[in-house]
Antibody
Framework: QVQLQESGPGLVKPSETLSLTCTVS?????????WGWIRQPPGKGLEWIGS???????YYKSSLKSRVTISLDTSKNQFSLRLSSVTAADTAVYYC???????????WGNGTTVTVSS | DIQMTQSPSFLSASVGDRVTITCRAS??????LNWYQQKRGKAPKLLIY???SLQSGAPSRFSGSGSGTEFTLTISSLQPEDFATYYC??????????FGQGTRLEIK
């Protein structure tokens, strides 16, 4: 059974960099699929942040592109999110997902809450 | 970006009711449409992919239909565990996917 688990600081100061890691178990991320990050601000809907393919190719939401980096660490079977210059608007629950691409995101982590505050 | 619009945004229904949620895309997306269920405080779960295919493990009372710009999610007979928020998501532009704003389904 494939499982994803997010980890990282729950509190980040404004203007600093948010860093999260997703640890994958039950599947080797280098074998296939796309691996992505989705966020959900409090009381709001879902927003795609970006994705990394098993090849290492990355895609980011255009409005976040200048601040986002997603990378793979195949040795640890993990992928990571870095979001720089954060503001209160980046406060959200952050989910990592396995993306079946046209067939949807079939495995989700439990989510981790990140609050941007001084 | 492809905009996804769900209606209604809020729906009140009773156990046993048949419920339909609509999702419209700002341009044709063929059948590249997925549906998710999110319960309060939990991660979303994939229910339907490719507009009408039932995800493994999803109850058969859930069904999806549509193509082009208009899609529906139908729950044939509401169960207590179905009260949740539902999201549609286009995968036509994958990986640059977008979600609808959500439909909150509550008990009448």
């Amino acid at each position: 059974q494939v499982q994803l688990q997010e980890s990282g600081p729950g509190l980040v100061k404004p203007s600093e960099t948010l860093s999260l890691t997703c640890t994958v178990s039950g599947y080797s991320i280098s074998s296939g699929y796309s691996w992505g990050w989705i966020r959900q601000p409090p009381g709001k809907g879902l927003e795609w942040i970006g994705s990394v393919y098993h090849s290492g190719t990355t895609y980011y939401k255009s409005s976040l592109k200048s601040r986002v980096t997603i990378s793979l660490d195949t040795s640890k079977n993990q992928f990571s999110l870095r979001l720089s210059s954060v503001t209160a608007a980046d406060t959200a629950v952050y989910y990592c997902v396995r993306d079946h691409e046209v067939n949807g995101m079939d495995v989700w982590g439990n989510g981790t809450t990140v609050t941007v505050s001084s | 970006d492809i905009q996804m619009t769900q209606s209604p945004s809020f729906l009140s229904a009773s156990v046993g009711d048949r419920v339909t949620i609509t999702c419209r895309a700002s341009q044709s997306i063929s059948t590249y449409l997925n549906w998710y269920q999110q319960k309060r405080g939990k991660a979303p779960k994939l229910l339907i992919y490719a507009a009408s295919s039932l995800q493994s493990g999803a109850p058969s009372r859930f069904s999806g239909s549509g193509s082009g710009t208009e899609f529906t999610l139908t729950i044939s007979s509401l169960q207590p565990e179905d009260f949740a928020t539902y999201y549609c998501q286009q995968s036509f532009n994958t990986p640059a996917i977008t979600f609808g704003q959500g439909t909150r389904l509550e008990i009448k």
